[in-house]
């Protein structure tokens, strides 16, 4: 059990249930807790949520993509682990697993120096392409790689400030990378816009575009592009592609576009 507890320890993974943080009026859930089914480092694995009734919930579909001014972040990759966590899309519930590739489980092969997650209530609709990047959505709620200073737990939501976004292409699709603070975060009051990531957080968006353009080469795949001259994009651009997104999404759910194999709970 101890050495259990540490490894939960190691990968930033909740060991207990734990209720999401709140911040002030950007409440977003009277209460949401997480249950661990399967042990972790293993396919079985699934971080699973449910809400203040006991009732089970889909990160990606039931927690709402708005937190008052901000907007809500569900952390799936702690910053400095490895572990490639993610949420299932199509597994019913939607809960967090350890991506498996081949038949094994799928680490990056050096940690993420940043928190990563999604917005829920969001969606890359590859059925459409996106007319500067002529590229289609890779079918996957919209990244975020949240810069504070703390490492956040896999499964926390927070409010997250955006701040601006990378028009990344992997493999031909387009996958955004919103980048954003948590609003809590002791930084977070100086930085409204991608400008003052630039000023007061030196090398950080070239440290986000080398990491993700680096990333699949040990296992032999292509360098990843990125759209728009490469330059990280404003917050208003982000809003803007956060709109989208949340749209595609609400066509998704409505049955107004193809769903695949994804799990939409209709």
Sequence with gaps: MQAAAQMLRGTGLPRHRAVAKTLGRDRWFS??????????????YRLQFKD????????????????GDHYNCLIEIPKNTKPKMEVATKEETNPI??????GKMR???GPIFWNYGMLPQTWE???VVHKETNCAGDNDPVD??????????????????????????????LDWKIIG???????????????????KCPGVISGIREWFRWYKTPDGKPLNAFGYGEKAL???????VIEETHDAWKKLREGKTDKGKLWTGN
Excluded at 52 to 67: E, Q, R, T, V
Excluded at 185 to 197: G, M, R
């Design 31 to 44: 209460a949401v807790t997480t249950h661990v089914v399967g042990q972790i480092g293993t396919p079985d």
């Design 52 to 67: 203040a009734s006991g009732k089970s919930i889909s990160p990606w579909h039931d927690i709402p993509l708005k937190a």
């Design 97 to 102: 697993a350890q991506d498996v590739k081949k």
């Design 107 to 109: 680490d990056y092969h």
């Design 125 to 127: 609709d590859p059925n």
């Design 144 to 173: 975020v790689v949240e810069i504070g200073s703390e490492a956040l737990a896999s499964g926390t939501v927070e409010p997250v400030k955006v701040l601006g976004v990378l028009a990344m292409i992997d493999d031909g699709e």
């Design 181 to 199: 603070i948590r609003a809590s975060d002791k930084l977070a009051p100086e930085l409204n816009d991608i400008s003052c990531v630039e000023a």
């Design 234 to 240: 404003d917050k208003k651009m982000a809003l803007e």
